[in-house]
């Protein structure tokens, strides 16, 4: 797929990707059509990011004939949300690998003071032998991912990739100073400042209210 690689962010440009969300961007899309949007997306974008999964050979017969084919070996692979909106994103990424287990991280952002709190934390016993994408659709101050990836490393994991919807300056730096081993995927990247409130502008507002109808 195309896009933009720099400093481990890669930054979407199907066209595909750039249409829908324009379509999470605009106010009057509804929970059920933004739902459906973000796992259409979180699928693109698993898509590339699992790109350079090690592949073994097996021994497969064909209706024809008996022959050799590739299959997915090695890693072990875990799907992370941060909880809830991170949630929208995890129909999309395990329809494209049944295999992956899911672990949960609960987080959320203080309105006066942008900072996670932490509220819940489930992960798959064997965690650490995992690579684990982490999945949440905004990545703003970066202060949520920063502490999620934080909890995977003191649980041991070493492979983490970063999976969100839109990504923020602030944010993208933020990681890139504290986790410059996690690389970040991306389906749009908005490069202005955050607004008031931390949200991304132009951005499509709250991603958690959108997905759930909270507001
Ligand atoms: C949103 C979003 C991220 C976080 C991003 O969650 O889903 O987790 O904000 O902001 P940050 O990069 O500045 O940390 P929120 O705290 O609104 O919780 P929710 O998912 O429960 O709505
Ligand atoms: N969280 C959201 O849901 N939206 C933003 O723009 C920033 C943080």
């Given amino acids: 797929m195309k896009g933009t690689w720099s400093d481990r962010v890669f930054v979407a440009e199907h066209p595909l990707i750039q249409h829908k969300v324009t379509l999470l961007r605009n106010k009057r899309t509804g929970s059920k059509e933004f739902r459906e949007l973000i796992q259409e997306i979180t699928e693109l974008l698993c898509y590339e990011a699992t790109r350079d999964l090690p592949l073994g050979e097996i021994e497969v017969e064909t ?7 590739k299959v997915l070996s090695g890693r072990k692979l875990a799907f992370v949300p941060i909880l809830r909106a991170g949630l929208g994103m995890v129909d999309g990424a395990i329809e494209l690998v049944p ?4 672990g949960h991280i609960g987080l959320y952002r203080d309105p006066e003071t942008l900072k996670p709190v932490e509220y819940y934390c489930k992960l798959p016993l064997d965690i650490e032998e995992r690579t684990v994408f982490l999945t949440d659709p905004m990545l703003a101050t970066g202060g949520s991912a920063d502490a999620a990836i934080g909890f995977l ?4 994991v070493k492979n983490i990739i970063f999976l969100c919807i839109l990504a923020a300056t602030e944010g993208v ?5 504290n986790h410059p081993d996690v690389d970040i995927y991306a389906a749009a990247y908005d ?4 607004n008031e409130h931390g949200y991304i502008v132009p951005g499509l507002g709250d991603a958690g209210d959108r997905i759930f109808g909270t507001k």
């Fill in 173 to 177: 730096e933020r990681l890139q100073k």
């Fill in 63 to 69: 209706p024809i004939c008996v022959t050799k084919s």
């Fill in 191 to 194: 490069d202005g400042s955050l």
């Fill in 99 to 102: 295999a992956a287990r899911v």
């Fill in 153 to 156: 490393k003191a649980r041991g």
